[in-house]
């Protein structure tokens, strides 16, 4: 299964500055997905993408706040504009090869 | 749309077995299962393609359900390393992987 190196693994960051989080797969993949997670709560999809092509965003998530970059099949970034507080959280990076999710490490955010 | 998992937590001696449930309302493509460790990754376990298809991984394996929509994660004699949260997730069309609130298993000497 594919390996992803996800950085930061941490942050802390001012209200109302932006975070840019990287994502590098060791094989390529035709779609990536970022997650948002809670500490003890679910996974909730902010959005799908493919490479060459924009992110699919889910409900309640719109590309101005969470704009992701697909450059190739072993990339992707998610950005988190113009952070509050609530955007609090950890957020995974995953990958699918047709027999289950890879997840990336998380990147732990806090916005102070 | 989300599945429903149960139990919301379960509390083992180790050597006693588990049951974790997972249901959609949605017609399903794939049923997967995942474990998670605190402050780790989700870990994929295994996947069910078919209605009716169960599959084994060591002692924990899994049942699906294609008509009532439903899963079923089993786990046999339990270890001290099973412990961490499980979460199915339901895909409804290939590429939309949805998780469950997750069931906290904790397995105890």
């Known amino acids: 299964s594919a390996v992803i190196s996800q950085k930061p693994s941490r942050d802390i960051c001012q209200r109302g500055t932006s975070l840019t989080i990287q994502c590098q797969v060791d094989?390529?993949?035709?779609?990536m997905f970022w997650y948002r997670q809670q500490p003890g709560q679910s996974l909730t999809l902010i959005a799908t993408?493919?490479?060459?092509?924009?992110?699919?965003?889910e409900s309640g998530f719109v590309i101005d706040k969470f704009p992701i970059s697909r450059p190739n099949l072993t990339f992707s970034t998610l950005t988190v504009s113009n952070m509050s507080p609530e955007d609090s959280s950890i957020y995974l990076c995953?990958?699918?090869?047709?027999?289950?999710?890879?997840f990336g490490s998380g990147t732990r955010l806090t916005v102070v | 749309q989300q599945p429903v998992q149960s139990p919301q937590a379960v509390i083992l001696r180790e050597g006693e077995d588990a049951v974790i449930n997972c249901s959609s309302s949605?017609?399903?493509?794939?049923v997967h299962w995942y474990r998670q460790k605190h402050g780790e990754a989700p870990v994929f376990l295994m996947i069910?393609?078919?209605?009716?298809e169960q599959k084994g991984h060591d002692k924990i394996s899994a049942s699906f359900n294609e008509k009532k929509q439903q899963s079923s994660l089993y786990l046999t004699a339990s270890q001290l390393s099973y412990s961490g949260t499980y979460f199915c997730?339901?895909?409804?069309?290939?590429?939309?992987?949805?998780f469950g609130a997750g069931t906290r298993l904790t397995v105890k000497p």
């Open positions: 995953s990958a699918e090869q047709g027999y289950g999710y890879t």
């Open positions: 094989s390529q993949v035709t779609m």
């Open positions: 993408a493919n490479q060459g092509s924009e992110a699919t965003y």
């Open positions: 997730g339901t895909d409804r069309r290939g590429n939309d992987m949805r």
């Open positions: 069910l393609l078919k209605g009716g």
């Open positions: 949605k017609a399903l493509y794939s």
